[in-house]
């Protein structure tokens, strides 16, 4: 890596709410000041940059134009849809749309980042008021990777930057165009608390027997069977702990439509 030329990014933030940013501000490896200060150059970024107003817009047409056809694109956040074009989020009085169009043009790759960019996320719960949809229903003719979650695991953000660096390629991705190497296994294949389902131990509420004793939280809503997705392994906060060992379960939040598919608690 320390070889590898410096890459110019361009991360663009749509209908999102900066979750996915705070998370790649807990990597480790690489951390977020090797990676922006000695990985890549970062021309454009909302939250980390320090221009603002014109002068912001003027660094991201500048690193389009000198760094055609290598520019690599990280989006979090939905697009609204078509018909939302002219009044949903805008930037500098452009829409997103006209955004994307102009910075994916020449980009040599595109990552979106996070369940929103990946999926629709958030803005595409029920009832959808924006008509949000993900990144790869615009971006159809450059390489993409989904990098999902809500927030992503930030060393699977930094991962897959981390492999464009290394290879100037792309990782090798499953049907929904997640990288395999984060994204291969389910939650429940990798969870320590396995041996517990497979023997048909439940905790049947938060504070139960079942609950103390560290048994499955399957029948308590968990997700973990149907979501792929690193918790399991490499765990948050550097390693300290994952929603199922802090003693909730998985809410499947790397997978398409979850905050409708039942991962959330309703009011009845
Ligand atoms: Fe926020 Fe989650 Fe969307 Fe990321 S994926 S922008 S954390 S709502
Ligand atoms: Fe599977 Fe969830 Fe039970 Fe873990 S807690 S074994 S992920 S159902
Ligand atoms: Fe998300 Fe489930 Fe991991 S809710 S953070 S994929 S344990």
Partial sequence: LAKASRPSVIWLSFQECTGCTESLTRSHAPTLEDLILNLISLEYHHTLQAASGEAAEAARLQAIEEHKGQYLVIVDGSLPGPDAEAGYSTIAGQSNHEILRETVGHAAAVIAVGTCAAFGG???ADPNPTGARPIMDLVRDKPLVNVPG????????????AHYLAFRRLPELDAYLRPLAFYGQSIHDRCYRRPFYDKGLFAEGFDDEGARKGWCLYR???KGPTTYNACAVMKWNDGT???VESGHPCLGCSEPRFWDAGGFYRAV
């Fill in 122 to 124: 958030l803005p595409e």
């Fill in 150 to 161: 809500c927030p992503p695991m930030p060393l699977a953000i930094a991962g897959v930057v």
């Fill in 220 to 222: 308590l809503g968990c």
């Fill in 241 to 243: 702990s994952w929603p």
